[in-house]
């Protein structure tokens, strides 16, 4: 079960973000990044095994790729190969829902546009002067809606935004027949989405090759 939502929230992010296809590894799978500094690709582990992991990490030669994996950081630290580290400011949270239509009411003052774009739903809350305020997407991979890139502008926090975006793509996401919700969160992000009812399958480790 596990394993197979890891694989959602893979396919998932590699179509909300456009990135090539990920590619299936012995371990897992690759998934090439471009256009970012901090990172140039991931390695995306279903499975949490020793051999696994010292597998992926000795495939590696290029600096700032990524591992990714659902454990406790402090579980895989010891199998990590020279040159990798884990990034524990980064540890992450899988989610999962089972989604369900709320029908949000706009909140007041604020304008929302929703687009539908390449499998994925995108939503934006705008302010009066029709400047992004929030927003945030959902990829549709078969019955599953992947969310990805929930954001708030720093202005318009505090006032249900983040809420309304989330309650907003889920009903969305339900209209083209999925019906669960997968996405990778922060500490931060955590703590919203476990208001609306979305539970937490597991931590994900972050690790980074900085030879």
């Not at 140039?40 to 990490?57: F, I, K, M, N, W």
């Not at 969160?185 to 539970?199: F, P, S, V």
Request: glycine content about 8%.
């Amino acid at each position: 079960m596990l394993a197979n939502t890891v694989r959602t929230w893979v396919a998932g992010w590699a179509v909300s973000r456009r990135t090539p296809p990920p590619v299936e590894q012995p371990w897992g799978y690759y998934i090439a990044v471009a256009d970012n500094p901090a990172e140039v690709g991931r390695h995306v582990l279903p499975e949490t095994e020793e051999s696994l992991v010292r597998s992926a990490a000795a495939s590696v030669r290029i600096p700032r790729t990524w591992m990714k994996m659902p454990a406790e950081p402090g579980e895989v630290e010891p199998w990590l190969s020279s040159g990798w580290m884990v990034a524990w400011e980064e540890t992450g949270h899988l989610m999962a829902i089972d989604l369900t239509a709320t029908t949000p009411c706009t909140p007041e003052g604020y304008g929302v546009d929703v687009e539908y774009l390449h499998e994925v739903i995108h939503v934006r809350v705008l302010d009066e002067a029709g400047k992004p305020a929030a927003q945030g997407q959902a990829a549709i991979i078969g019955e599953a809606a992947v969310v990805d890139r929930v954001v708030t502008a720093e202005a318009h926090r505090r006032r249900g935004l983040g809420n309304f975006v989330m309650r907003t793509l889920a009903d969305h996401a339900s209209a083209r027949g999925a019906d669960m919700g997968v996405l990778g969160a922060t500490d931060a992000g955590r703590a919203l989405y476990e208001t609306l009812g979305w539970k937490k399958h597991s931590t994900i480790a972050e690790c980074i090759y900085r030879p």
